[in-house]
């Protein structure tokens, strides 16, 4: 006897769904392997001070000072969100008298004997 459910047949666009972030690497490095065939001109780089100097092409450079620059921006980034994070934890351990402060009963003062109203029922 056959099946009485129908068998789904498979979609293209379900199947791009799942593999969406292979297909979205390979289209990256696609397009990264076109920028350096694209930009293969000879260039020299010369760092100053005397530091050296670096031969490659175009595309090469510019895919290096980019990475470059993420990389010091994601450090720079983590450092100051770092001490962000460092100062809020002093300001929460030294709390800060607030003004309002001043207009609140001393610490104790409802169990206080003798305070209150007199001649009660409740003692």
Known sequence: MAS????????????FWVYRRVVLVALMLG???WFI?????AVTVAFP???????ST????ILTSFLVGSV??????????ALRVRRSQKTID????DESDDDLPPPGY??????????SRWQ
């Open 4 to 15: 009485p459910y129908k068998r789904r047949r498979p979609s293209l666009l379900l199947n």
């Open 31 to 33: 397009l990264l392997l």
């Open 37 to 41: 065939w694209a930009n293969n001109g």
């Open 49 to 55: 001070f005397g530091l050296g100097h670096v031969s």
């Open 58 to 61: 175009t595309g090469i450079i």
């Open 72 to 81: 010091t921006t994601a450090l720079v980034t983590t450092l100051l969100w």
């Open 94 to 97: 030294s709390p800060v008298k």
């Open 110 to 119: 409802a169990s206080k004997p003798g305070e209150g109203l007199s001649n």
